[in-house]
């Protein structure tokens, strides 16, 4: 069975300063994994996607996430925070084949201070 | 372009009365469809998910059920509304079938459900 660890339900950071957010998961096969971003009131937005190839990912906004297999990790980064990326993050992975069904974490809020 | 759509946005119910979450996928044909649940402060749980007409899969056993009348209609219900049930209910969709386009879902906006 898969699951989904992120470390971290909350992180702080100033404008500009790095973002690291952390992401662990287990899979009996090779996962396809996922970060999706929540702004206030909103539904989930895609940030990016690992399903095969290139281990470093780029997506929206200037995020992007490195699948090591070794540590079993996704964590998602982003070189500087801008205030607008204050939001709540959730990584996710495939769960299944069939019906693409996925697993998420419990997500990391994420506060920019400016 | 495929666009999802659920309704209402905002719903204060009183315990014991029912309740009909709707939403529609526009753009595509025999999507995938889910309703997640996310309640006040954790993570995303899924309540049902749907590969065709008719076909409901439920994950966890609860006071709600889903229906998918059409094609790409998929309605969350519950006859009796409990005070657990509050929380942010998504829909979503994907593409059945092989192919890189096919893991990812896709969120409507979400429908605040409070029980009061």
């Known amino acids: 069975a898969q699951s989904v660890t992120q470390l971290g339900s909350h992180v702080s950071v100033s404008e500009g300063a790095l973002v690291l957010l952390r992401c662990n998961y287990s899979?009996?096969?090779?996962?396809?994994l996922f970060w999706y971003v929540q702004y206030p009131n909103q539904g989930l937005q895609l940030l990016l996607k690992?399903?095969?190839?290139?281990?470093l990912v780029k997506g929206i906004n200037g995020f992007e996430a490195e699948f090591k297999k070794s540590e079993t990790s996704f964590h998602l980064t982003k070189p500087s925070a801008h205030m607008s990326d204050a939001a709540e993050y959730f990584c996710a992975v495939k769960r299944e084949t069939s019906g693409s069904r996925l697993t998420f974490g419990e997500g990391t809020q994420l506060t920019v201070n400016p | 372009s495929q666009t999802i759509h659920q309704w209402p946005a905002t719903l204060v119910q009183p315990v014991g009365s029912p309740l009909s979450l709707e939403c529609t996928v526009e753009g595509t044909s025999n999507p995938n469809l889910y309703w997640y649940r996310q309640a006040a402060g954790r993570g995303l749980q899924l309540l049902f998910y749907?590969?065709?007409?008719?076909?409901i899969s439920s994950e966890v056993p609860q006071n709600l059920s889903a229906s998918r009348p059409q094609d790409r209609q998929f309605i969350l219900s519950s006859k009796k509304l409990l005070l657990s049930d509050s929380g942010f209910y998504l829909c979503?969709?994907?593409?059945?079938?092989?192919?890189?386009?096919?893991?990812?879902?896709?969120f409507g906006e979400g429908s605040w459900l409070t029980v009061v």
């Open positions: 979503a969709w994907s593409v059945i079938g092989a192919g890189l386009s096919g893991n990812t879902i896709y």
């Open positions: 690992y399903t095969t190839g290139a281990t």
């Open positions: 749907s590969v065709g007409i008719g076909q």
């Open positions: 899979s009996s096969v090779p996962p396809y």
